[in-house]
């Protein structure tokens, strides 16, 4: 069981990966019309920290790309993804 899952993740990051532009387009248009979209990069093995227990966590799928105006201002998106609900879930 605990494998199927791992493929499932793992299938679900390469389609968020490939499909990234129309996801944003979808979900968050207000957002991709802020982004320069010439730059993305998506960073492997992200480890943070749950400030309150002191927890670490892998994420998912986190995205480093640039504002249109600002500079070398960066943005990070974290997508994370559940199978299941999870009662406070942030």
């Excluded at 299938?11 to 968050?28: G, I, S, V, Y």
């Excluded at 960073?43 to 966590?57: A, H, R, V, W």
């Amino acid at each position: 069981m605990e494998k199927e899952s791992i493929k499932h993740d793992r299938l679900f990051k390469e389609l968020l990966k490939t499909f990234f532009m129309e996801f944003l387009e979808l979900f968050f248009p207000s957002l991709l019309a802020e982004i320069d979209t010439s730059y993305l990069e998506f960073l492997e093995q992200e480890i943070f920290t749950e400030l309150k227990s002191g927890e670490k966590y892998n994420a998912d799928l986190v995205v480093k790309t640039k504002f249109k105006i600002g500079g070398e201002t960066f943005l990070l998106i974290h997508v994370e993804s559940q199978a299941q609900y999870e009662k406070n879930f942030e």
